[in-house]
Each structure stands twice: as structure tokens, then as C-alpha cells.
């Protein structure tokens, strides 16, 4: 008899050579939060733990293609979206969220790198504004992402709003949730803060983490998505997967020269970094 299935994630995401953030982020979080990992690759890039270099989109019908295989053949608990490469890419995932509306859709915007390379032009902001908002159950920029897409139509605007304005403006597009990563505000604490419902929900506070870190944003969308594949309440999911990824973020090694990543398997390991093994029986235990 075979063994009874765990819930599945897909994620719609670029590729990242460095495993840091991405594609592989997304499968790494998945599987340790003990979710089966499901891809369609949107974009192959060129990059390293210091920044991207270069970003190929796929072709849109190649990931229709991919989707609606997978689609067909596995059931899916929970959707994320990453990077998304074009605005082809983004009009043909519209329409294939559309036709599953009652599974949780989350997306993180991404906008730029970590370096600050761009990622996504003027129409891409638009047509996620546009076409994939108003079906997502929750978005998670950072707060650098939630004034310049709240504020897309005003420029000038940007640097001058507060974060419960964005909110506000982004929970008009459609979206059911935000959760507005601080990690760029100049504060002692990095404070996160979730919206819902015309109103904030609750801010989360956590202590800074000293260094820069590639794929945090990655990593705590695909958390929340992971956790609510698992049953976890908006809330729930949130709080937990904060928690998660802090410790990612705490556990994070460099191994590069650049930016440090997140260790998505910091439970598997002892302070020295070997794999904690429960002796011979070939478990292998989690904290």
C-alpha cells in the first residue's frame, strides 16, 4: 500500500544557479516544511550570491504548458509566484489561477534583486496589478515593493507614504491579505506587518539579524504557502512561517562572496553542521 501523499506546492519561478533564492529556494522550503515541491520554471537567470546578471523569460506557452500538465495530473493544496519573466508569462498565469479559485494563491512581487538589479519593468507591475492581484489570497512585498506598487501611478508619491497607506492602496487591487516585509526600514527591530479585511491585522516584531541575506523573501512566501497547504489558518501560517525563516536567517552560511543564504534545513543539523542522525536506524530527527 503505498503511502498516503503530503500536500502539494507549486511554484511559479526563475531559476537561481546559487540556490539562494527562486526555484530552489521555493523547493527547499517546501520539502522542509514537509510539503512535495511542484515547478514551472518561468525564467532561467544568470546569477551568483552577489546579484543577477542576466534573466531569460520563458516562453509563455512553454509555461502554460508545463502548468497545465502538472495540473492535470496532481492535485494542488497551495500556488506561489515568484519571479515571472514577462508579461506573456504573467496574462498566461492569470488565466490558469482563474480556473482554480478556491486554492490559496500567494504571490511575492518581486521587483528588483537584493542588489537593487531590476527584475521587472513598468508593464510587468502593471499586468500583476492588473490581472493577478485581485485573485491572490495574500502578497508579501517589502516595503520598498508595497510603496512603489501601491504608488505605480504616482512617482512622487513613493518616498512620501506611509506603509498602512500602501496597504491600503494594495488591499484595493483585489488581494485578500498583504504582509509587508521591514527588513529595508531604518529601525532597530524589523517589524512585519499583516493586513487584511480594509485594516492592519497585526504587526510581528523580530530582532535584526546582522548581514545580507539572498532569497529571505523567497523563502518566507513559499513558508506561508507550504503552511497553508498543511491546513494552517491566514494567521497561522503567517506567525509560523516568520518563525521558520528567522531561523533560516540566523542559521544562514556564505557560501559564496557574496550575500549569505538561508539554511532551509537548519533542523537537520548540529551546531557543527553535521546531519543529527539518530544513531544507525537511518532516521533522522528534527528539532
Excluded at 489561477?97 to 494563491?105: Q, S, T
Excluded at 508619491?157 to 506611509?162: D, F, K, M, N, P
Aim: glycine letters at 8%; hydrophobic letters at 45%; a negative charge.
Amino acid at each position: 500500500m503505498a503511502n498516503q501523499a503530503p500536500p502539494t506546492v507549486l511554484t511559479f519561478a526563475g531559476t537561481d544557479p546559487s540556490g539562494g533564492a527562486g526555484l530552489q529556494a521555493d523547493i527547499l522550503t517546501f520539502a522542509s516544511i514537509g510539503c512535495h515541491p511542484l515547478s514551472v520554471v518561468t525564467a532561467t537567470t544568470v546569477q551568483d550570491t552577489r546579484g543577477v546578471d542576466g534573466v531569460l523569460a520563458m516562453d509563455a506557452d512553454w509555461v502554460n504548458d508545463q502548468a497545465r500538465a502538472i495540473l492535470e495530473d496532481v492535485q494542488v493544496s497551495a500556488f506561489k509566484l515568484g519571479l515571472l519573466g514577462s508579461v506573456e508569462n504573467i496574462a498566461v498565469i492569470a488565466e490558469i489561477m482563474a480556473d482554480y479559485p478556491d486554492i490559496p494563491l500567494l504571490i511575492d512581487p518581486i521587483l528588483t534583486s537584493g542588489r537593487g538589479d531590476d527584475l521587472s519593468n513598468d508593464d510587468m507591475m502593471d499586468a500583476m496589478i492588473e490581472l493577478l492581484f485581485p485573485q491572490a489570497t495574500l502578497i508579501t512585498p517589502n516595503s520598498l515593493e508595497a510603496r512603489r506598487l501601491a504608488f505605480a501611478d504616482a512617482d512622487d508619491e513613493v518616498a512620501l507614504t506611509s506603509l498602512d497607506e500602501a496597504a491600503a492602496r494594495l488591499l484595493e487591487m483585489g488581494s485578500e491579505y498583504v504582509l509587508i516585509t521591514g527588513t529595508h526600514e531604518r529601525s532597530l527591530e524589523v517589524t512585519n506587518t499583516l493586513y487584511g479585511e480594509s485594516k492592519l491585522i497585526k504587526a510581528y516584531k523580530w530582532e535584526r539579524l546582522v548581514g545580507s541575506y539572498h532569497g529571505s523573501g523567497c523563502t518566507l512566501t513559499s513558508a506561508i504557502a507550504a503552511c497553508m497547504a498543511h491546513g494552517l489558518s491566514m494567521e497561522e501560517a503567517v506567525m509560523e512561517a516568520q518563525e521558520y525563516t528567522w531561523q533560516t536567517l540566523k542559521n544562514a552560511f556564505r557560501p559564496g562572496m557574496g550575500q549569505f543564504i538561508p539554511d532551509r534545513m537548519f533542523w537537520a543539523r548540529d551546531e557543527e553542521g553535521a546531519v543529527v542522525n539518530s544513531g544507525g536506524d537511518g532516521n533522522v530527527k528534527t528539532h
